[in-house]
């Protein structure tokens, strides 16, 4: 089993749609948990962590499944400056020097 | 905002050529990293330093790669003997340690620079 896992799209949606995106996890000892973006051969950037609680940033919503091991960001009101790639990325510990362990992301085009 | 930098953007080099990749992390972070990223498959991770040392390294991160901090701001990726396979995409990244952060984020969360494309031919 992959340690991150996520559907690799594309997913092809019209402006203003709702898309949701499915990350799972392996290790169950994972503590912290992202969201990334990243543009065609650009650098990974950090879109959001995500909270047991579940958290909000805008129109984006990110939520996290312990049991299920299971996390997920919604996209609400799409814009075409969304379409990239997103990345689901796990951390071991909640220490600042453990290694990010990354999704093949998924990948957003967002279109007229 | 304050951003992790790398030099050069692009690399070529021949096989066999030592490489130095070069990063400046976010200044107040303790915490610096080397993932890569081969084209078309997902980020990986290198290795982690901390306090002058290497706090954690992937198998890939085998005799023929190093990583020094020269100094009080530079964080540097040395491959010894490059190979074909070594072309990728090269991201250093930072984190800070402790509570609180710039724009109002968690001090241990990762960001990344723009990356030094290797191209070894």
């Known amino acids: 089993r992959k340690e991150v896992e996520q559907d690799p799209g594309p997913f092809n949606v019209p402006e203003g749609a709702t898309v949701a995106f499915n990350c799972t996890y392996s290790n169950s000892a994972s503590q912290s948990f992202f969201w990334y973006r990243q543009d065609c051969r650009k650098e990974p950037k950090l879109l959001m962590s995500?909270?047991?609680s579940g958290n909000e940033d805008g129109r984006f919503t990110a939520q996290l499944n312990r049991a299920s091991q299971y996390i997920s960001l919604l996209i609400r009101d799409s814009k075409l400056s969304d379409s990239a790639t997103y990345l689901c990325?796990?951390?071991?510990?909640?220490?600042?020097?453990?290694?990010?362990?990354f999704g093949t992301g998924t990948q957003l085009k967002v279109e007229l | 905002e304050p951003e992790v930098t790398q030099t050069p953007s692009h690399q070529v080099t021949q096989m066999g050529q030592e490489v130095i990749l070069r990063c400046v992390p976010i200044?107040?972070?303790?915490?610096f990293y080397w993932y890569r990223q081969i084209l078309g498959q997902k980020v990986e991770f290198l290795v982690s330093?901390?306090?002058?040392?290497?706090?954690?390294k992937s198998e890939i991160f085998d005799d023929q790669f190093s990583v020094e901090r020269p100094d009080g701001s530079n964080f540097t990726l040395k491959i010894r003997s490059t190979k074909l396979e070594d072309s990728a995409m090269y991201f250093c990244a930072s984190s800070g340690t402790g509570t609180g952060g710039f724009s109002g984020g968690s001090s241990y969360e990762q960001y990344f620079g723009p990356g030094t494309r290797l191209t070894v031919t």
């Open positions: 330093f901390y306090n002058n040392e290497i706090s954690e």
């Open positions: 990325v796990v951390r071991g510990s909640t220490g600042g020097g453990n290694k990010l362990t």
């Open positions: 200044s107040n972070h303790l915490y």
């Open positions: 995500v909270y047991s």
